[in-house]
T-cell receptor, first 116, second 113 residues
Framework: DARVTQTPRHKVTEMGQEVTMRCQPI?????VFWYRQTMMQGLELLAY????????DSGMPKDRFSAEMPDATLATLKIQPSEPRDSAVYFC??????????????FGPGTRLTVT | AQSVTQLGSHVSVSEGALVLLRCNYS??????LFWYVQYPNQGLQLLLK??????LVKGINGFEAEFKKSETSFHLTKPSAHMSDAAEYFC???????????FGKGTMLLVSP
């Protein structure tokens, strides 16, 4: 049963610290998405990659967030320095094109980040 | 830009009652439409999708949704609610040929005995 995995599942850190979240997409999926979920904003797309190349990161605060795909089995999202307003659940999703160009996105379980 | 409106942040039903969760989208061209479900402390799981063809789409766990172009709607229904259906439900759209999804704010479904 192929799944997207994310680590860590929970992270509590102090303001100013660096946070790194990792995602392993489903093998064979060529597109990886990063989302942030908060009560106030709902689900927001932060960035996404296709074939490891960044396609759009306009949803990310550029001064503190960065996303990379060092290889096809690993995507990372870093926050440096972290701030309390970054507290949220961060989801990774992966997918590949289906009939008609549609993508089904498969979500990981999320990383719950708390910045104090 | 696409937008999705889910009417009602919370919907309460009794076990065995009809479930109706509403979703309207704004697009000049019919998009691809999705419903996802999120159980507590879990990621989103695809319930069903509409791309082309039959406008009534059946999904997992007895849910179905109907695409109505004239109403720009894609409402989710289930004839008889179960306690296990209690979760948050998200409607999402994507432009044809694009991979990104735009999500609605979500509707929390509460099921009482």
């Amino acid at each position: 049963d192929a799944r997207v995995t994310q680590t860590p599942r929970h992270k509590v850190t102090e303001m100013g610290q660096e946070v790194t979240m990792r995602c392993q997409p489903i093998l064979g999926h060529n597109t990886v998405f990063w989302y942030r979920q908060t009560m106030m904003q709902g689900l927001e797309l932060l960035a996404y990659f296709r074939n490891r190349a960044p396609l759009d990161d306009s949803g990310m605060p550029k001064d503190r967030f960065s996303a990379e795909m060092p290889d096809a089995t690993l995507a990372t999202l870093k926050i440096q320095p972290s701030e309390p307003r970054d507290s949220a659940v961060y989801f990774c999703a992966s997918g590949s094109p289906g009939p008609g160009g549609t993508y089904e996105q498969y979500f990981g379980p999320g990383t719950r980040l708390t910045v104090t | 830009a696409q937008s999705v409106t889910q009417l009602g942040s919370h919907v309460s039903v009794s076990e065995g009652a009809l479930v109706l969760l509403r979703c309207n989208y704004s697009s000049s061209v019919p998009p691809y439409l999705f419903w996802y479900v999120q159980y507590p402390n879990q990621g989103l799981q695809l319930l069903l999708k509409y791309t082309t063809g039959a406008t009534l789409v059946k999904g997992i766990n007895g849910f179905e949704a109907e695409f109505k172009k004239s109403e720009t709607s894609f409402h989710l229904t289930k004839p008889s609610a179960h306690m296990s259906d209690a979760a948050e439900y998200f409607c999402a759209v994507s432009d044809r040929g694009y991979s990104t999804l735009t999500f609605g704010k979500g509707t929390m479904l509460l099921v009482s005995p």
